[in-house]
């Protein structure tokens, strides 16, 4: 598989940290009763518009990411594939995040769903497997970050040049969010104009040229003549589809969630298709050649439709938006191991706490991590990713299941269509699409082994981090 350029997931909702903590570093405040604990880190409630916004961030950020689906399926296809994976991908994950989110809206999202309908265990491992895949997903946007870059100025990331720009997103990332999660918020609200401004530019200014004769280029001299690889092209559609269940994690700053998180997620859907499909279109319609996209293909595409001014914006631009996305995922991902000490699950450590409410010894943990894995390639990374995320995926179907048979009266204002046998079923559709993204990965590896195996052990990992934990608890129980 050649290189590919992952999404931008960015998160926009904004935190609201209020300091009701006696310590700067108290691990416990019993003054505080620990079911509200973070209650009193809520931030200020999002409405429907704000959290249509976010959701969006959280799964696409904008139209980086595509260049490799039109190189490896040409435009005909890309089209397709953006409009055909939505309905068996993000469809039935919107479905069960709308019912799961509005009969349980509460703080940690599919922790708390999976664990209220498969049990603690299971809990436990849908929070390892999303962290574990955080530290693959999270080390794509300093590099997506470095690659805008040295599009246009490839001097500033060769050698060791590249790996220092990224290690300095991580650190600002870091330092950004000791500030606080109001800091973050209101960075992400900047970064998300900058981020789409240049590709309204871009699709006018390819329409303009398309209806007045078109670009009609040839294919880069010396670049070979596209043969399509769809088992390559559609991971990374369901690359650029994935994420709906990251909204069910602010449930507390969202106004009226058994109202709002439906619609938000059938907003972002239709968002999200526009914003991917319209630019394809659009370059497609002015008649650049499919065989010139390729990773950071939008800066080529900008300078022809419009100059280097354009270019130099969609470079920066897509620097900024990786910047951004790793800024706000920062946020949303170190809060989980947060949840998770509050639970007895992780070590009460990852509890400390800043006045300002910031969990810093987690944001350090984290961000070491995700650091450490600045080395892999992208392809290496999205494999890995998808093993991770996809099995995380399919517990939250599970929790669904369980939680119609196990809590039949639970109010739910919101339910998947079609009575419990549709309800039951529609995470066919994403199981067969994981297990085609992993047949389509077979013969990656990860240091020295497949890469499906390396992704297998991460997550089998996760059991026996638990029992380290849980099985001392139970010890002491007994003895007591």
Known sequence: MPDIHAKYLQHSARFRVHSEIASPLSLEDTSIPKTNIRAAHSPRKLRLFPLIAATYFMVSGGPYGLEDIIGLAGFRWALLLLAIVPLFWSLPTALMVGELASAIPDEGGFYVWVTRGLGRFWGFQETWLSL????????????????????????????????????????????????????????????????????????????????????????????PTLHHDLLAAVPIAMWNYMGWDNASTIAQEVDNPQRNYPRAMFGSAITVMFVYMLPLAAVWAVGIPAERFSTGAWTDAAHLLAGPALAFAVVLAGSLDGLGTFNALTLTLTRLPYAMAEDGLLPRILKLRLRNGVPWVSVLTCATAWALAL???FERLITIDLVLYGAALLLEFAALIALRLREPQLARPFRVPGGFAVAASIGVGPLLLILFALYSARDEKVAGMPALVFALLVALAGAAIYASFEWPRKLRRSRS
């Open 375 to 377: 080395g892999l390639t």
């Open 132 to 223: 574990a895949a955080s530290v693959f997903d999270m080390a794509i946007y300093p590099t997506t970050f470095t690659l805008y870059l040295g599009h246009l100025y490839p001097a500033l990331v060769a050698g060791h040049r590249g790996l220092a720009l990224k290690l300095m997103i991580v650190l600002m990332a870091t330092l950004w969010n000791l500030r606080g999660a109001s800091a973050v918020g209101g960075g992400s609200i900047g970064m998300m104009c900058v981020s789409l401004a240049p590709f309204v530019v871009l699709v006018g200014a390819a329409f303009w040229k398309a209806l007045h004769g078109g670009l009609h280029l040839q294919a880069m001299a010396g670049s």
